[in-house]
């Protein structure tokens, strides 16, 4: 499935729609489900806030592929790109947050940090200015 929004916040509703319709069919489980929805929504306000600087004028084109028992979601757009020592570092984060002390968490990169916790693999690149961002989550089969 391929679907094209604006690069707004109130886009995140239809993002929503259209992942429960992709998976519906594949049967996967809730846990892997919400896991993945999860890290969509934080790719697409990051790059909403961060990509594009809150210009809906440009557009997020997302792409959802089932294959090999692997759920994978790209975001493409224009935007600017994600700092390379955010990716590295697994986090985007100077530091790890304690669990239990709310006030070391930061103000900025707890998304990220959501991301990669919540899907199997993170695959960045950039190619003629488009940003790929491609999220995958490894679903288990039934038995």
């Not at 090999?68 to 757009?77: E, G, I, S, W, Y």
């Not at 990716?87 to 990220?112: I, T």
Request: proline share 5%; with cysteine; hydrophobic share 40%.
């Amino acid at each position: 499935m391929k679907i094209c929004l604006p690069a707004s916040l109130s886009s995140l509703l239809v993002l929503h729609e259209k992942l429960i319709q992709f998976i519906h069919p594949l049967e996967i489980d809730s846990s892997s489900s919400y896991a993945m929805e999860l890290a969509l929504n934080e790719a697409f306000i990051n790059i909403v806030k961060h990509g594009v600087n809150y210009d809906s004028t440009q557009n997020i084109t997302i792409i959802m592929q089932y294959d090999n028992h692997q759920l994978a979601v790209t975001l493409q757009d224009k935007g600017k790109p994600i700092p390379t020592e955010f990716l590295q570092n697994k986090s985007g984060l100077s530091h790890m947050p304690e669990l239990l002390a709310p006030d070391s968490w930061p103000e900025n990169g707890m998304g990220l940090m959501m991301m990669f916790n919540a899907v199997d693999d993170i695959s960045y690149t950039v190619k003629e200015g488009v940003n790929y961002l491609s999220l995958i989550k490894r679903i288990e089969e039934k038995t």
